[in-house]
C-alpha cells in the first residue's frame, strides 16, 4: 500500500522480501533498486522488509520487478487494517500474498528433522572406524545424498538464482563448499580407493595426509548442510520471536465493536427514532460512529468520550501499570482497555490514522532504519563474498604448490569456504535493534531508529522543558492560607476555607475553579444555593446558610470586603513565587487565601535522580517567568534554569550548550519545543504532547510522566552495547578463523559448526535484551 512521502512527488511503499539470506543479498537488493532514478531504499534482514521511496513517475510493479531481477520475490504489504472506505472501494491489489513465515518455518524444520536422521549415521561411521562395516561407506553415500541435494535444496536454490543475475551471497559458499566435499567423495568412491570393500576411515578434527583417492568428505557435505539447517532454523524462530513486540501492538485493537445505529420505528402511529446497538467487524466502522464500551472490553479505535466514566488500562501502549480514570469529554485511544465502567465513544480516527498504528509505524520505521555501523557492515559484507572465494582458490593453490597434498588442499579451501559466511555480520545490527526497539514499544519508548541509539551513548546535558515535561501543564491547589481571628496557623480552619471554596467552585467551570474543586472529595462538599458567576474574575453564592465568594482581589474587594494586611501579605507572597492566588470570603469577611500551580509530576524526582545516575546534567529550559522557574527548579534540585525564553531562543540555547562541547538530549511536549528537539543531538518528545513534537524528536515517550526518558536513555545504550558487541564477535570470527582454516587447521565440519554457531550466538545475544527492565524507582 502506497503512503505519500515526506516530499510533495514522492510516495513510500513496504515491499515484503522472500529469499534474502545475509548481508550480500540485503547489498544486491538496495542496489538494484536504486538503479531507478530517483529511488532510495532501506532493506532489513531481520524484518525481511524493504522501505522504498520513489517518485511519482516510478510505478510500484517497477520496484517490484526490480527485486526479482535480483533474483528474490518481493510483494508489496498490505495495511494491517482498512476504513470501511477503503475496504470497499479496493478492489484491485496484489493477488499474491507474502508466504506465510510460520509455514515456510514449518518446512524448513522438517528439512532439518528429516536431514538429522539421516545425516547421523553418516556422521557416527566416520568418526568412529571400529562401527566401520564392510561398504559402510556406500551406505554413506546413500544416506547423505538427500541431505546434500534435498536438505541443503533452500542454499542451493538461492545460490543458483542470484548466480543467474550474476551474483554471489553467503548461499553460494555453502553451495560450493558441500558440492566440493560431496563431488570429491563420489570421485574417491567410484575411481578412486575410497569405494574398496574393507576401507577404513579415521577421523581427525585437523586435515590429514592420507591418499586423495582415500579421503571420504560425506560426513562434512552432510554434518555441514544440518548445522547451517539447525542455524537457519533458530535464527527464523529468534527473529519472530524478535518481533513480537510489533505484532502485539498490531493485534491489541479490537475485532469487532458494538456500535449505536439509529433508525426510524413506528410508536402509536407516530414515526419515532430508535437507538440499537449493533455487533459489526472494526472494518465497517468509520469516523464519526458511535459506540459502546463494556467492562472487560478494548476500545476499538480512537475517539472522544460522550457519555460514561471508566477506568482504563493503557499498559500495553504507555507502559503505565494504574489505569487511568476517563470521564466525558477525554479522548481515549484504541487498543486501550476498559476495566471498569462503560463508555459511549465516538470515533475520530480509524485505521492507519489512530494513534496504535502510529506507534507501530514508529517501530517498524525504526526496525527498518539503518545507522552508521549497519550501513559500514552492509558495505563490508557486500565485497566479502568474492573476495572469500579468491581466497579459498588461493589457499587451494598453496597448498599443492606448498605441500604437494591434494587432500590437504582439497580439506583446506573448503574450510575456507564454509567458515566465512558473512551471516552473523548481516544479523549483528538488525536484529539487535528489531528486540531493542521491541521491547522500547512494550514500555513505551518508541525508538526512531539506530542513529538515535548511538546519539544515546555519548548524552552528557538532558535540557527538560518545564511545563507538560516536568510538571503536569494543569493547576492544582498547592497551598492554603487561612486569616482573621482564627488565626492562620489552624489546620482546621485551612481545611474549612478549603472545603467551602471547593463546595462553591464545583458548580463552575473554569480552570481554576475545576481545581479548587478536585482538591475536595465530593462527599466532603455542600449544596450550593444562590450561585451566581462573573466572568474571570470570581463566584458567589450560598453555602450551608453562608455567603460565600471566591475570586481575584478586585472582585472580592467589589462585595464590599476589606483586604486586611494578612491577605494582602499573603497575596503578594504568592504572586513573588509566581503561584496564582484567589481570595476567599465568608460571611462578608476575608478569611484565606488559595495558591494554585503547575504542580511537579510525581514521579519527576525520581527521574530526575535517574537521569543524573545515567550521567546526564539536567536543565530547565522554558518560556515561563524566573520566579516561576527557579520554584520549580528547587524543588527538583536542578541548578541551571534558563527562563523567560521563546521557541527560536530554545534553539539558541540548545546551539550555545553544544558549542561548550556538550552532547544535548532535549526532552518536550509542545509545538513550540520541536524546533529545539530538531536542533539537540538526541530529541524525544512526551507522547501526551503535540505531533508536531513527537515527529521531530528522535525518541517518543508514550507514557505520561519523565521516567520514560531516564529509561529510554539506559535502552538505547543498551541495545548500541548490544549491536557493538554483535559486531565484534562476527568480525573477530571471520577475521581470526579465515586464517586457521587456510593453514589446514580446521576440519570443514567443525569450520561449519562454528559458522552456525556465530550466527545464533549473534541472535541469542539480541535476545537478551528482551529482559530490559526499567530501573527501580
Known amino acids: 500500500m502506497d503512503t505519500m512521502g515526506t516530499n510533495p512527488g514522492t510516495a513510500t511503499t513496504t515491499l515484503l522480501i522472500e529469499g534474502m539470506t545475509c548481508a550480500s543479498c540485503v547489498a544486491r537488493v538496495e542496489k538494484r533498486l536504486e538503479r531507478i532514478d530517483g529511488v532510495s531504499a532501506q532493506v532489513n534482514l531481520a524484518t525481511e522488509k524493504a522501505r522504498v521511496s520513489f517518485p511519482d513517475s516510478v510505478a510500484v510493479e517497477q520496484l517490484v520487478a526490480a527485486v526479482g531481477a535480483a533474483g528474490y520475490t518481493a510483494t508489496v504489504e498490505a495495511p494491517t487494517k482498512r476504513s470501511r472506505s477503503e475496504h470497499a472501494g479496493s478492489g484491485a491489489g496484489s493477488s499474491e500474498d507474502h508466504p506465510d513465515g510460520a509455514t515456510g518455518a514449518a518446512t524448513l524444520q522438517s528439512r532439518l528433522l528429516v536431514s538429522t536422521v539421516l545425516a547421523l549415521p553418516v556422521v557416527v561411521l566416520a568418526m568412529v572406524p571400529a562401527?566401520?562395516?564392510?561398504?559402510?561407506?556406500?551406505?554413506?553415500?546413500?544416506?547423505?545424498?538427500?541431505?546434500?541435494?534435498?536438505?541443503?535444496h533452500p542454499f542451493h536454490r538461492s545460490t543458483v538464482v542470484t548466480l543467474r543475475h550474476g551474483s554471489v551471497t553467503m548461499d553460494t559458499l555453502i553451495t560450493l563448499g558441500t558440492f566440493a566435499a560431496y563431488l570429491w567423495s563420489v570421485w574417491a568412491l567410484f575411481f578412486g580407493m575410497a569405494g574398496m570393500p574393507g576401507m577404513r576411515h579415521e577421523f581427525s578434527l585437523l586435515p590429514t595426509g592420507e591418499d586423495p583417492s582415500s579421503a571420504l568428505y560425506l560426513e562434512v557435505a552432510a554434518g555441514v548442510t544440518v548445522l547451517l539447517l539447525l542455524g537457519r532454523v533458530i535464527e527464523n524462530r529468534s527473529k519472530r520471536a524478535a518481533g513480537d513486540a510489533l505484532r502485539s501492538l498490531l493485534d491489541l485493537g479490537a475485532r469487532d465493536?458494538?456500535?449505536?445505529?439509529?433508525?426510524?420505528?413506528?410508536?402509536?402511529?407516530?414515526?419515532?427514532?430508535?437507538?440499537?446497538?449493533?455487533?459489526?467487524?472494526?472494518?465497517?466502522?468509520?469516523?464519526g460512529d458511535v459506540f459502546v464500551v463494556r467492562p472487560g472490553e478494548t476500545i476499538a479505535t480512537d475517539g472522544t468520550v460522550l457519555d460514561g466514566e471508566a477506568a482504563v488500562d493503557a499498559s500495553m501502549i504507555t507502559g503505565e501499570s494504574v489505569p487511568v480514570d476517563v470521564v466525558a469529554g477525554d479522548v481515549v485511544t484504541g487498543g486501550t482497555i476498559v476495566s471498569g465502567g462503560r463508555l459511549v465513544v465516538r470515533a475520530s480516527a480509524i485505521g492507519t490514522d489512530t494513534r496504535l498504528a502510529h506507534i507501530a509505524r514508529l517501530v517498524e520505521d525504526a526496525q527498518?532504519?539503518?545507522?552508521?555501523?549497519?550501513?559500514?557492515?552492509?558495505?563490508?559484507?557486500?565485497?566479502?563474498?568474492?573476495?572469500?572465494?579468491?581466497?579459498?582458490?588461493?589457499?587451494?593453490?598453496?597448498?599443492?604448490?606448498?605441500?604437494?597434498?591434494?587432500?590437504?588442499?582439497?580439506?583446506?579451501?573448503?574450510?575456507?569456504?564454509?567458515?566465512?559466511?558473512?551471516?552473523?555480520?548481516?544479523?549483528?545490527?538488525?536484529?539487535?535493534?528489531?528486540?531493542?526497539?521491541?521491547?522500547?514499544?512494550?514500555?513505551?519508548?518508541?525508538?526512531?531508529?539506530?542513529d538515535a541509539l548511538e546519539a544515546a551513548k555519548g548524552i552528557d546535558t538532558i535540557v527538560l522543558?518545564?511545563?507538560?515535561?516536568?510538571?503536569?501543564?494543569?493547576?492544582?491547589?498547592?497551598?492554603?492560607?487561612?486569616?482573621?481571628?482564627?488565626?492562620?496557623?489552624?489546620?482546621?480552619?485551612?481545611?474549612?476555607?478549603?472545603?467551602?471554596?471547593?463546595?462553591?467552585?464545583?458548580?463552575?467551570?473554569?480552570?481554576?475553579?475545576?481545581?479548587?474543586?478536585?482538591?475536595?472529595?465530593?462527599?466532603?462538599?455542600?449544596?450550593?444555593?444562590?450561585?451566581?458567576?462573573?466572568?474571570?474574575?470570581?463566584?458567589?453564592?450560598?453555602?450551608?446558610?453562608?455567603?460565600?465568594?471566591?475570586?481575584?482581589?478586585?472582585?472580592?474587594?467589589?462585595?464590599?470586603?476589606?483586604?486586611?494586611?494578612?491577605?494582602?501579605?499573603?497575596?503578594?507572597?504568592?504572586?513573588?513565587?509566581?503561584?496564582?492566588?484567589?481570595?476567599?470570603?465568608?460571611?462578608?469577611?476575608?478569611?484565606?487565601v488559595v495558591e494554585l500551580s503547575d504542580t511537579v509530576r510525581p514521579d519527576t524526582p525520581d527521574a530526575i535522580a535517574a537521569l543524573r545516575g545515567l550521567g546526564l546534567e539536567p536543565v530547565m529550559l522554558t518560556g515561563d517567568a524566573e520566579a516561576v522557574a527557579r520554584r520549580v527548579a528547587a524543588e527538583l534540585g536542578i541548578t541551571r534554569v534558563v527562563s523567560d525564553v521563546v521557541p527560536e531562543g530554545k534553539v539558541e540555547e540548545i546551539r550555545r550548550l553544544q558549542g561548550e562541547g556538550r552532547s544535548v538530549a532535549m526532552v518536550g511536549?509542545?509545538?513550540n519545543d520541536a524546533a529545539a528537539l530538531a536542533a539537540a543531538d538526541l530529541g524525544m518528545a512526551m507522547g501526551g504532547g503535540t505531533d508536531a513534537a513527537m515527529h521531530a524528536a528522535d525518541i517518543t515517550l508514550v507514557r505520561d510522566g519523565l521516567t520514560g526518558a531516564a529509561d529510554a536513555v539506559a535502552l538505547s545504550r543498551r541495545t548500541l552495547g548490544i549491536i557493538r558487541g554483535n559486531l565484534f564477535w562476527a568480525f573477530t570470527y571471520n577475521v581470526a578463523a579465515i586464517p586457521l582454516a587456510a593453514l589446514g587447521?580446521?576440519?570443514?565440519?567443525?569450520?561449519?559448526?562454528?559458522?552456525?554457531?556465530?550466527?545464533?550466538?549473534?541472535?541469542?545475544?539480541?535476545l537478551r535484551l528482551r529482559g530490559f527492565t526499567p530501573r527501580p524507582r
Open 257 to 287: 465493536v458494538t456500535v449505536i445505529r439509529e433508525r426510524a420505528r413506528v410508536a402509536n402511529d407516530l414515526l419515532a427514532p430508535t437507538r440499537d446497538e449493533v455487533v459489526v467487524p472494526i472494518d465497517e466502522l468509520v469516523v
Open 465 to 592: 522543558d518545564k511545563t507538560g515535561t516536568l510538571t503536569t501543564g494543569r493547576l492544582a491547589v498547592s497551598t492554603v492560607v487561612a486569616v482573621g481571628a482564627e488565626g492562620a496557623s489552624d489546620a482546621n480552619a485551612r481545611d474549612e476555607v478549603l472545603r467551602l471554596a471547593a463546595s462553591l467552585e464545583a458548580a463552575s467551570q473554569h480552570p481554576i475553579a475545576r481545581a479548587i474543586a478536585a482538591a475536595v472529595p465530593i462527599d466532603r462538599r455542600t449544596e450550593v444555593r444562590d450561585f451566581r458567576s462573573r466572568d474571570g474574575l470570581g463566584v458567589e453564592g450560598t453555602v450551608a446558610g453562608t455567603a460565600v465568594a471566591v475570586g481575584r482581589a478586585s472582585f472580592i474587594e467589589s462585595l464590599d470586603v476589606d483586604l486586611d494586611e494578612e491577605t494582602t501579605r499573603a497575596l503578594a507572597a504568592s504572586a513573588a513565587e509566581g503561584r496564582t492566588a484567589v481570595v476567599v470570603a465568608i460571611g462578608g469577611r476575608a478569611r484565606g
Open 368 to 450: 527498518t532504519e539503518k545507522g552508521r555501523i549497519q550501513r559500514l557492515a552492509d558495505r563490508i559484507s557486500a565485497v566479502f563474498v568474492p573476495i572469500v572465494i579468491g581466497l579459498s582458490v588461493l589457499t587451494w593453490i598453496a597448498w599443492i604448490v606448498l605441500d604437494g597434498s591434494v587432500a590437504s588442499a582439497f580439506t583446506a579451501a573448503v574450510a575456507v569456504l564454509i567458515i566465512a559466511c558473512p551471516c552473523a555480520l548481516g544479523l549483528a545490527t538488525p536484529v539487535a535493534l528489531l528486540v531493542g526497539t521491541g521491547r522500547g514499544a512494550r514500555l513505551g519508548i518508541l525508538i526512531t531508529g539506530p
Open 669 to 671: 511536549d509542545g509545538v
Open 745 to 766: 587447521l580446521l576440519n570443514p565440519m567443525i569450520a561449519g559448526a562454528a559458522m552456525a554457531f556465530s550466527s545464533v550466538f549473534v541472535v541469542l545475544n539480541s
Open 131 to 152: 562401527w566401520q562395516f564392510t561398504n559402510w561407506q556406500w551406505l554413506s553415500l546413500v544416506l547423505a545424498t538427500p541431505v546434500v541435494f534435498w536438505g541443503g
